[in-house]
């Protein structure tokens, strides 16, 4: 079992920025991979970006590239999700996620989500 705990969302005005971090705990040996997912009411669960321990690489969600930026420690088992320019359709609730092998749709393990408000 992987416990994933995300902090630092917030309500932020268009053009801000935000960090939200994710810290992994329990079984984290068997984590290759971590990242981000964000969740609107009424809508899909959508990727935003990750990072691969493995591959060392990060990869992210078209609308968020050059504005979201991912970065980690992987022997920490922590993630980070830096956010700028943010609009108001980036409002959601962000989870974390992780995975054994690579991120999919259905990671191996999530958060409980942090909500991220930017007012119009």
């Known amino acids: 079992q992987v416990q994933l705990v995300e902090s630092g969302g917030g309500l932020v005005q268009v053009g801000g920025s935000l960090r939200l971090s994710c810290a992994a705990s329990?079984?984290?040996?068997?984590?290759?991979?971590m990242g981000w997912f964000r969740q609107t009411p009424g809508k899909e669960r959508e990727f935003v970006g990750g990072?691969?321990?493995?591959?060392?690489?990060?990869n992210y969600e078209d609308s968020v590239k050059g504005r979201f930026t991912i970065s980690g420690d992987s022997a920490k088992n922590t993630v980070y999700l830096q956010m700028s320019s943010l609009k108001p359709e980036d409002t959601a609730v962000y989870y974390c996620?992780?995975?054994?092998?690579?991120?999919?749709?259905?990671?191996?393990?999530w958060g409980q989500g942090t909500q991220v408000t930017v007012s119009s």
């Open positions: 996620a992780a995975d054994r092998i690579r991120l999919s749709k259905t990671p191996d393990y």
């Open positions: 990072i691969s321990w493995r591959y060392g690489t990060t």
């Open positions: 329990g079984r984290t040996f068997t984590v290759n991979a």
